[in-house]
């Protein structure tokens, strides 16, 4: 077993979580307006939905590697490619974070837990990220392909978890920090760009 891998897949977990994008940006937004637990129970959903896509790389890229080890290389250059591609998009987006607290009407908890849900699984793109991250993480030669998955598929979920339940408890810090450091949205902007092209050069490599 590789802890070494282990350990840069939860580093660059943990990175691309602390990363603005629209779920920790969602997460922000509900626990200023409606209070910490309700954005905690957006994080429950949000992870819950990942461990849908978790099971469903697990089953079909463990297949494929087991029946055809060309095609999961194929699948690994893919990943580096399309982590290349979300590198380029950053690029190109703005430096800004722009957060809202406004809100009409106040759901449930489990009305909140259940949109992180499906924004989390109806979500295309986490499917391509999964299928584009994980397999070039896989840490055991002696450990079924499944379970190496879901490996790390939990301590994907677990690390998302601490940043994402960071990011409800301490909301209001959060804002206000973002409103008054106009340099943190381009800091965080390149930290992203640069954690998509180091990824993409160990899959290209390893």
Wanted: glycine share 8%.
């Amino acid at each position: 077993m590789n802890y070494d891998i282990l350990l840069a897949f939860s580093m660059a977990t943990f990175v691309l979580a602390l990363s603005p994008g629209p779920d920790n940006i969602f997460v922000l937004i509900q626990s200023i307006s409606n209070g910490k637990k309700y954005g905690l129970a957006v994080v429950a959903g949000l992870m819950t939905g990942c461990l849908v896509h978790t099971t469903l790389l697990a089953f079909g890229v463990s297949a494929i590697i087991k029946n055809t080890p060309f095609i999961f290389s194929f699948i690994k250059m893919f990943g580096a490619a399309y982590l290349l591609y979300l590198a380029v998009m950053v690029y190109r987006g703005g430096d800004t974070i722009s957060i809202s607290a406004e809100t009409k009407n106040r759901k449930s908890l489990g009305a909140l837990y259940k949109q992180g849900f499906i924004m989390n699984v109806l979500n295309p793109k986490v499917t391509i990220f999964f299928l584009a991250f994980f397999p070039g993480f896989l840490f055991s030669d002696s450990l079924s392909n499944v379970i190496q998955f879901y490996a790390l598929g939990f301590l994907f979920i677990a690390m998302s978890s601490i940043v994402f339940g960071a990011i409800a408890v301490l909301s209001g810090q959060i804002s206000s920090f973002l409103r008054s450091n106009k340099r943190t949205g381009f800091v965080l902007k390149w930290v992203q760009i640069i954690v998509f092209i180091g990824i993409a050069v160990y899959l290209f490599f390893g």
